[in-house]
């Protein structure tokens, strides 16, 4: 008898199962039919993390927030998150248990030490915070995003091949993404109001539709030139770059559209190798320009009448007018109850995640627009460092301020000692895709969400291995493995 179990002992757990499931279900009890996938999953933690983490990217477009389907305002994506957050458990076990788990290079990059501050101030910060159990839920889930697309993705980057699917996995999901959409908003003639909705259930709105596709797409102009990439690769990324191109030009979201074009800007400045020093020098006088020049520029754009609408020439001209379009004026009115809210709490905030429940009443009845709410329900501050300055003081704001300083001024004199090929494609193309985030950045916030942190923490991974691999290069002329 303990023979044959011993033998047999698989079979005999599989019975099991389907028994144990036959009867749960016989009660409506389903559960249990995910234990192979949780099994399936658990494995591939421990013996494929490279392989989990690809399909974590290609799942993050399709997924989908449980909060959008109204099942209790769980604000939870499925499946990536709980993934995520499974990986981001074993990662932090093997780190307390294991050395060298971590490149000593990627941990004393100035972009590591930048996010692992940040990590630090937010816990700091949810001591004084207002609502504490919020600010933890944020921590937390800043806390699996960076373990797992930043920490764990420059290991996965080791391979340089892992650059490209990691690219591939989310280009191709986003691809089926807006090909749903389009295939939606044609019904409805592709107007500018159904635009805003069309993309549901894989994104909230049309903003942060728009904003991911605009991180995407200078993978695939780069990708147009790629060297190694075969003519039947190359055809399929001309195919998908007019499919996004599309899709961006039909979400309507005029802060895409602007972060492009800035990101263009960048790598004309990349690509003529303009020395930094000139570009500050430019913008300290545009800045200077500015504030000399405010009331008359503020006159000047008032005058503008052009609303948001289907005319894309108009719907262009809007981005300017603060003096009738209801959404850049609310805009306006988040960015006022931010600074306002750090005026009363300035060094740590009302605490991280805490801005869309505290806004309301700082409100002032000057900047009140048609869509603004009593009781402050209609989402975050809309910028990405306004949010950590009511959030989380002056220090929050410096250190995404920093953040963003950093990885432009390492990426763009990585670019000058890199030498033409692939690497440096892929550096220009995570590069410009977090830039144009950078800029969007500015006008909304989406970090909180798979959709952009999984791209914006993947790419900065990205450029912090490439600085490392090449700055190595340059000193030895032989590359040690960065691991």
């Not at 930048?114 to 937010?122: A, D, G, P």
């Not at 920490?151 to 591939?168: G, K």
């Not at 102009?221 to 007019?242: D, H, I, K, N, T």
């Not at 108009?314 to 981005?319: D, F, L, M």
Request: with cysteine; charged share 15%.
């Amino acid at each position: 008898m303990l023979r044959a179990l011993k033998t047999h002992w698989i079979l005999l757990l599989c019975l099991l199962f389907v028994a144990a499931n036959l009867l749960l279900t016989a009660h409506e009890q389903y559960w249990l039919a995910l234990l192979p996938v949780a099994l399936i999953i658990g494995w591939a933690a421990i013996a494929s993390v490279d392989k989990l983490l690809l399909f974590v990217v290609f799942a993050t477009p399709l997924s989908i927030n449980l909060e959008q389907l109204e099942l209790g305002g769980i604000g939870i994506s499925l499946p990536t998150e709980p993934l995520m957050v499974g990986m981001m458990l074993l990662f932090l076990l093997k780190l307390a248990l294991e050395r060298n788990v971590l490149s000593a290079a990627v941990l004393r990059h100035p972009v590591s030490v930048i996010v692992v501050m940040q990590l630090i101030w937010m816990a700091v910060c949810i001591i004084p915070s207002e609502m504490p159990v919020v600010s933890i839920k944020y921590l937390l889930a800043r806390l699996w995003f960076v373990s797992t697309m930043y920490f764990i993705a420059t290991r996965l980057f080791d391979d340089p091949r892992n650059m490209h699917r990691f690219f591939w996995s989310f280009v191709i999901a986003l691809g089926g993404v807006i090909v749903y959409t389009l295939v939606h908003h044609a019904q409805y003639r592709f107007e500018q109001d159904p635009a805003h909705w069309v993309m549901t259930p894989f994104f909230k709105d049309h903003t942060s539709y728009g904003a991911v596709i605009a991180m995407v797409l200078p993978f695939l102009v780069s990708g147009v030139s790629m060297p190694g990439y075969s003519r039947s690769r190359r055809g399929a990324v001309v195919f998908l770059l007019l499919l996004f191109t599309a899709g961006l030009v039909f979400s309507y979201t005029r802060a895409a559209w602007v972060s492009l074009a800035g990101a263009g800007a960048v790598f004309l400045v990349m690509r003529l190798r303009i020395p930094l020093w000139v570009v500050g020098t430019l913008l300290l006088t545009g800045g200077g320009i500015y504030l000399a020049e405010q009331d008359r520029i503020l006159i000047a754009l008032e005058r503008n009448r052009d609303e948001s609408s289907d005319d894309l020439a108009k719907h262009v001209s809007s981005i300017s007018n603060i003096s009738s379009d209801a959404s850049n004026l609310e805009r306006i009115n988040r960015w006022h109850s931010a600074l306002r809210m750090f005026q009363e709490r300035p060094v740590f905030g009302w605490g991280p995640g805490t801005y869309m429940f505290q806004y309301a009443p700082f409100q002032a009845s000057e900047d009140r627009t048609i869509i603004s709410t009593n009781f402050g329900l209609q989402g975050n501050a809309h910028s990405e460092y306004l949010g950590p300055l009511a959030e989380q003081g002056l220090f929050g704001m410096l250190l995404m301020v920093a953040l963003v300083v950093t990885v432009t001024i390492r990426a763009m004199l990585l670019f000058r000692r890199m030498p033409p090929g692939a690497d440096r494609h892929l550096m220009t193309a995570a590069f410009l895709g977090l830039f144009t985030y950078f800029i969007h950045g500015a006008l909304n916030n989406f970090l909180d969400t798979d959709k952009a942190s999984v791209p914006f923490w993947g790419f900065t991974a990205m450029v912090v291995l490439l600085d490392i691999k090449y700055a190595a290069r340059r000193s030895d002329n032989a590359a040690p493995p960065v691991h």
